[in-house]
């Protein structure tokens, strides 16, 4: 399961809003924020382009890893 406190520390770090990041991610901005929340299970395919995004491994996102 995606670590929800990472995702959202990545996107406040980055100076963005989750409008910002929904609208990369090509979703509604209440879904992202499901996801953030760990309301709901991110796609595979949003949690591969977040850590690109981020320049993140997947490791890291899932908090399997602190190195980045």
């Known amino acids: ?3 929800h406190i990472r995702m959202r520390n990545l996107r ?3 100076d963005l809003s989750q409008s910002e990041v929904a609208d990369y991610l090509g979703v509604a901005q209440t879904t ?3 996801y953030e929340r760990d309301a709901r299970s991110i796609p595979i395919e949003y949690l ?3 850590c690109k ?3 993140v491994s997947a490791d890291y996102m899932l908090g399997l890893s602190n190195k980045k």
């Open 12 to 14: 406040e770090d980055n």
């Open 1 to 3: 399961m995606i670590h």
């Open 53 to 55: 995004f981020y320049h």
């Open 32 to 34: 992202y924020s499901q």
């Open 48 to 50: 591969i382009k977040l």
